[in-house]
């Protein structure tokens, strides 16, 4: 890859910027998941063992969880820059090779500049996919209430 070149340099940045996203994305998508299953389980126990206090306590803590993951929605920053990720990924590698598109002697650096920014403007129609539907996150239904 020449060093000097600004499209390199936008896909080095990218890379690192979706590679870190996706990592901090599943970090935070893990520990709620986990401290909701957790917090899940104790609800049962602490009703019966502890008091009314601490089993109300646990049960709410699960519903914030499951609404502040609905709210940032981990998950979807998580698989979406994963995605991102890989396929610039791909494309920096046929790069190199010298593969796929950038087989043809007349490939240049403009052809990967089109290719990253179709990846990029990709990954922002996906999130505006899911920002358009309804959070399906239902706090009653997370204890077992009846959503009316």
């Not at 401290?35 to 899940?40: E, G, K, L, P, R």
């Not at 791909?90 to 240049?108: H, M, N, Q, T, V």
Request: proline fraction near 3%.
């Amino acid at each position: 890859m020449e060093p000097n070149s600004s499209t390199v340099s936008r896909l080095e940045d990218e890379l690192a910027y979706y590679s870190t996203k996706s990592q901090v994305s599943r970090q935070r998508y893990y520990a709620i998941k986990s401290i909701q299953i957790v917090a899940s389980a104790a609800v049962s126990v602490s009703a019966l063992t502890v008091n009314a206090v601490v089993a109300a306590f646990l049960g709410a803590l699960v519903v914030i969880l499951e609404g502040y993951q609905g709210l940032f929605r981990f998950h979807d920053q998580w698989m979406i820059a994963r995605t991102t990720c890989n396929s610039l990924k791909r494309e920096k590698f046929l790069w190199l090779a010298k593969a796929g598109p950038y087989a043809l002697p007349s490939a240049d650096p403009v052809l990967l500049a089109e290719r990253i920014e179709a990846i990029l403007s990709d990954e922002h129609g996906r999130w505006a996919d899911i920002e358009r539907k309804p959070h399906t996150t239902s706090t009653a239904s997370v204890v077992g209430g009846n959503a009316r």
